[in-house]
């Protein structure tokens, strides 16, 4: 019988956690749920822990932490309850915790996403900002500490799954010579460019063929989230941001694909829900049980593929000139984009917007080489010191 996983889920009150515990709650002998980490959602994470029993239960926001340990106490529950960055530190470096899903929303995922990488813990990495922010930092840390990062973002996962046996995290794969990231489109692939501009956040956030969080709802929509994701794809599978190719495929089925030298093209499929990857990488190199319906390939009856419409939407070309230009480019857009998206979802940025913002924080602030944290971290503050300004000063202008 294979030993008890113990895992720690960060982000366990958003769309990946949930998810996550959904396989989780599958297979209890083989997955205990040792720590749930969220920011402020305390009904939604008291209920969670006492489904799911954890030892410690962790809030960053210290008001809804006192709310939970009350709750949780008035419940009759052991679980401990905590606040605070060092807290989140020590549950993914605990000694019974070796999984470690990492499904923070945004740059907030970074330092416990990088905690769980030294604590040579295995990472199942949802925070693709953490990777575009830090990219070469992350991946270095990798090895040295005995950990293992797994992609939960069905595109990089499928591409995983289409890698040969021998591929390294951040390490070009012998024989692969491309890899072929799908986008669903969002919801605007087909909406008059001349209505973008009044789309409401409901709007945006009704992907058709995928449920998430409203930030990388909003991603879908612009297709940032496909730019975030070519440059997770670089760090990922050690290529150059030429050697990633996008494909818009509308039906979502195809989660993408491996090109190899011999002409051969290697594709994952399944229906869209995020609990395949989630089992895929909670398991490998063994498969479990996800509670996802079999794709019924005569129903799905057709497979299309376009080519990414740049001119609909200018963020992909702005994420792949922050890739070619390396250094503090990537988190300079990251930053900016999540000022934006955040505007955009508190009425204060129209749509279009988004991407202007991103377009003139880039512009201005110039790219500096990562050589430590700081460096990230110093870069990240900046760019969204700027984004903020920029949205002020258009205001009206761009609402
Ligand atoms: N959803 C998907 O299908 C999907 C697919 C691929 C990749 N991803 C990636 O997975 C990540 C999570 O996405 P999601 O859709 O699950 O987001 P979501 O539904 O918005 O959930 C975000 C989670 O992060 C927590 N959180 C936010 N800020 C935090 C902070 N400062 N400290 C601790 N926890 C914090 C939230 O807690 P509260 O509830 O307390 O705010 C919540 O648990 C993102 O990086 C996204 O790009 C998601």
Not at 91 to 109: E, F, H, K, P
Not at 137 to 155: C, F, H, M, W
Request: aromatic letters at 4%; proline letters at 6%.
């Amino acid at each position: 019988m294979s030993p008890v996983h113990g895992v720690a889920i960060l982000g366990s009150t958003g769309s990946i956690g949930l998810s996550t515990l959904d396989v989780i709650a599958r297979h209890p002998d083989r997955y205990r749920v040792r720590a749930l980490v969220a920011r402020a959602s305390w009904r939604k994470i008291v209920e969670q822990a006492l489904a799911c029993r954890p030892d410690v239960v962790i809030l960053t926001e210290p008001v809804a932490a006192a709310h939970a340990r009350e709750a949780l106490r008035a419940a009759g529950s052991p679980a401990r309850v905590e606040s605070g960055a060092e807290a989140v530190a020590a549950a993914v470096a605990a000694a019974d915790v070796d999984t470690v899903m990492a499904a923070i929303v945004g740059a907030a995922g970074l330092m416990p996403t990088l905690a769980a990488v030294r604590a040579g813990k295995r990472v199942l990495l949802a925070n693709k900002e953490a990777l575009v922010m830090a990219g070469r930092l992350l991946i270095d840390e990798v090895r040295p500490a005995g950990a293992a990062l797994i992609p939960i973002d069905s595109e990089h996962n499928a591409i995983f799954q289409c890698m040969p046996a021998r591929y390294l995290p951040g390490e070009p794969a012998p024989g692969v010579t491309h890899v072929i990231l799908t986008a669903s489109g969002g919801p605007f692939r087909t909406t008059d460019p001349a209505r973008l501009s009044r789309v409401t956040p409901d709007e945006a956030c009704a992907h058709p063929k995928w449920k998430m969080g409203r930030k990388i709802s909003v991603d879908s929509a612009t297709l940032m989230n496909k730019g975030l994701e070519v440059i997770e794809a670089t760090w990922l599978f050690g290529l150059p941001e030429a050697e990633v190719e996008v494909v818009v495929h509308p039906q979502s089925v195809v989660h993408s694909l491996v090109r190899y030298v011999d002409g051969s093209v290697l594709a994952q499929l399944g229906a869209p829900d995020m609990r395949t990857p989630i089992a895929q990488a909670l398991a490998w190199p063994e498969r479990i049980e996800s509670g996802v319906a079999a794709l019924d390939l005569a129903a799905v009856a057709r497979l299309d593929f376009e080519a990414p419409d740049h001119a609909r939407f200018p963020s992909l070309g702005l994420a792949r000139a922050a890739a070619r230009a390396g250094g503090t480019a990537p988190a300079v857009l990251n930053a900016a984009n999540e000022v934006a998206v955040q505007a955009f979802l508190d009425g204060g940025l129209n749509f279009t917007a988004i991407t202007t913002v991103i377009d003139e924080v880039l512009q201005r602030l110039e790219s500096r080489a990562v050589r430590t944290l700081d460096d990230v971290l110093d870069a990240d503050a900046a760019a969204r010191r700027l984004a903020a300004a920029t949205i002020e000063t258009a205001r009206g202008a761009l609402v």
